[in-house]
Structure formats: structure tokens, C-alpha cells
Nanobody, 118 residues
């Protein structure tokens, strides 16, 4: 069974840093684009950052210059380094990946809570 498991969330003060990790496991043939989304209370889920299998990246304007997405293809893992965190970054962060297991489709992780507060 193919799944994504996130880790690294928590409570951090404004201006602080966190690194999120998302590992894909199971019978995986290929992993294509991977990304991070977030959903704040009462708001729609939004794209934070994405990375292709070749390493091309794109970011939401709100996080450019502060967040970095990267991946380790040997470990089937994607990371999100978050620096200079702001209170508006408080949300549940979800990992997403387009993968080929039994079929080719998008998969979601279970989400990890990030709270930015003093």
C-alpha cells in the first residue's frame, strides 16, 4: 500500500524555523511531482511549494525567499525548510505526490500541524 507520512510539525515562535519531511513508502514504481499544501482554519487548502522529479520548483508568493522545498529521490522523501515563520503560517501542512503504485494518481499525507505563536 502506497502512503505518504509527514513529520516535523510543531509549535514555533514568530521568526523561527521548522523543517517538514514527507516520506513515501510502499510498492512505488515512480514518483513525479511532490509538493506541500497548507490549510488554515476556515480557509481553503493552498499550494505552498512544489518540486518536479527533475528538481524544478515553484512557490507561493507568500513564502518566496523564506521556504525551500527539496527532495531526496533515493529516500523517496520531500522536505520543506521553513524560515522566518509568521503567525499567518499557522496551518495543517499536507504533503502531496503524484506516484505510480498500482495505478498513477495523486496521494495525500495525513497532515502535520504547524503553529506559529509567541
Amino acid at each position: 500500500q502506497v502512503q505518504l507520512v509527514e513529520s516535523g510539525g510543531g509549535l514555533v515562535q514568530p521568526g523561527g524555523s521548522l523543517r517538514l519531511s514527507c516520506a513515501a513508502s510502499g510498492s512505488i514504481f515512480s514518483i513525479y511531482a511532490m509538493g506541500w499544501y497548507r490549510q488554515a482554519p476556515g480557509k481553503q487548502r493552498e499550494l505552498v511549494a512544489a518540486i518536479t522529479s527533475g528538481g524544478s520548483t515553484n512557490y507561493a508568493d507568500s513564502v518566496k525567499g523564506r521556504f525551500t522545498i527539496y527532495r531526496d529521490n533515493a529516500k523517496n522523501t520531500v522536505y520543506l525548510q521553513m524560515n522566518s515563520l509568521k503567525p499567518e503560517g499557522t496551518a495543517v501542512y499536507y504533503c502531496h505526490a503524484d506516484m505510480t503504485g498500482r495505478d498513477t494518481r495523486g496521494y495525500w499525507g495525513q497532515g502535520t500541524q504547524v503553529t506559529v505563536s509567541s
